[in-house]
């Protein structure tokens, strides 16, 4: 073997160790991690698994908060050559009673709560298109934010925003915007202002999760992973304490 082939496969042999023990270093981390995750949901009563699926890190806890038993899911997928990362989570109720049509309340930074119809105004080829692109992205998001089995179950569609209403933080769409008004009114609007006995204070005032109440109880999204057991706990509170309110 010559000189320049014996540096050229060392070379590779030191890239191949390198790479092998950063890998291993990073796959021990993940296992502390979520031993660590284990751990925490046990002293507090609830279970604790992992999978992967379909190149997603999954993540689940499955707890009983205030006598609402929950589900929540955590995924994420490094970005790499042409793929883009995955980091998204979600706290959904066990299936139970909630409306028979989809209320979907999208949290939003402070100041775009009414955005701009002008585009989808009127009868034009372009404003139809406007709307049909909109639906589109509505639908994407709703899976991202709740879980693809979840947005099955809501057209996006159908949704549209609910007169009359101004909540800091949130749009509301819904498929039956008089409905989903009247619950509104019997206490949603209340829950979702952030006030210091609200639900949804724990999340403060700036980057809201959505909401989503249909027929299998109450669920709330966001395009983040969880990383703590700590937010888990908010999730569980803010949505069991949303069961609550009447919105069947």
Not at 161 to 177: C, E, K, L, Y
Request: aromatic share 6%; net charge positive; glycine share 8%.
């Amino acid at each position: 073997m010559t000189y320049e082939a014996s540096i050229i496969v060392a070379t590779i042999v030191l890239v191949a160790t390198a790479v092998f023990l950063i890998a291993n270093m990073a796959a021990k981390k993940l296992a502390a991690q979520n031993e660590r995750l284990r751990q925490q949901a046990s002293r507090r009563g609830w279970t604790f698994e992992t999978e992967r699926r379909r190149g997603l890190r999954v993540r689940r806890w499955r707890g009983t908060q205030d006598g609402v038993a929950w589900m929540a899911e955590s995924l994420e997928r490094p970005g790499g050559h042409n793929r883009r990362p995955i980091r998204r989570s979600h706290w959904r109720t066990a299936p139970g009673r909630g409306p028979a049509a989809p209320i979907v309340c999208m949290g939003v930074p402070k100041g775009n709560e009414n955005p701009s119809t002008k585009a989808a105004q009127g009868d034009s080829m372009f404003a139809h298109l406007a709307v049909k692109i909109a639906g589109f992205a509505l639908d994407g998001a709703i899976d991202s934010h709740f879980g693809d089995d979840v947005g099955r179950d809501v057209d996006a569609a159908a949704l549209k925003p609910v007169p009359n209403t101004a909540i800091p933080g949130f749009i509301v769409m819904a498929s039956d915007t008089e409905s989903a008004s009247r619950v509104l009114f019997l206490g949603l609007t209340n829950a979702l202002t952030a006030g210091s006995a609200d639900p949804m204070s724990v999340f403060g005032t700036d980057n809201r999760p959505w909401v989503l109440l249909w027929k299998d109880g109450v669920s709330i999204g966001q395009i983040k992973a969880f990383t703590t057991t700590e937010e888990v706990d908010r999730f569980a509170r803010a949505g069991s304490a949303l069961t609550r309110l009447p919105i069947a």
